[in-house]
Each structure stands twice: as structure tokens, then as C-alpha cells.
């Protein structure tokens, strides 16, 4: 799944750092620190994987349905 904005993938990779323990956790704060505690390592590979060119800077918002 890759991540659909700039801001997903800089806190996915937040999150896998602290998540791997190369930051401490308290230094997480907001999306990044729901990441850590809801996603497993290998879903947060995959967001912080994406490469960032072509992405908009925020996800549009999603129609209700």
C-alpha cells in the first residue's frame, strides 16, 4: 500500500524508526505516533517506502458515500 501524500510517508518513516528504536517513542507525535502503535513493521515499510516525487504535499479528501 503505498502512502498517497508527502505528510504519510515522512510520519510512516517516523514511525518505523521509532518502531525499530533508532528514536524513542516520546519523540513521536500526532499521525506518526497512531502509526507506531496500530501498523506492524512491514505495513509501515511500505508507506515509507514510497517515493515522495509526484505526490501532493496533503491527501485530498475523501468523498463520503
Same mark, same amino acid.
Given at each position: 500500500?503505498? %502512502?498517497?501524500?508527502?505528510?504519510?510517508?515522512?510520519? %510512516?518513516?517516523?514511525? *518505523?524508526?521509532?518502531?525499530?528504536?533508532?528514536?524513542? =517513542?516520546?519523540? *513521536?507525535?500526532? &499521525?506518526?505516533? =497512531?502509526?507506531?502503535?496500530?501498523?506492524? =513493521?512491514? =505495513? /509501515?515499510? &511500505? /508507506? &515509507?517506502?514510497?517515493?515522495?516525487?509526484? *505526490?501532493?504535499?496533503?491527501?485530498?479528501?475523501?468523498?463520503?458515500?
Amino acid at each position: 500500500m503505498p %502512502a498517497r501524500s508527502k505528510k504519510q510517508q515522512m510520519a %510512516a518513516g517516523a514511525a *518505523l524508526a521509532a518502531k525499530r528504536g533508532q528514536t524513542p =517513542e516520546s519523540r *513521536l507525535r500526532g &499521525a506518526s505516533r =497512531e502509526m507506531e502503535q496500530s501498523m506492524t =513493521e512491514p =505495513e /509501515l515499510e &511500505a /508507506l &515509507a517506502q514510497t517515493k515522495r516525487k509526484g *505526490l501532493p504535499t496533503k491527501a485530498p479528501r475523501r468523498k463520503r458515500k
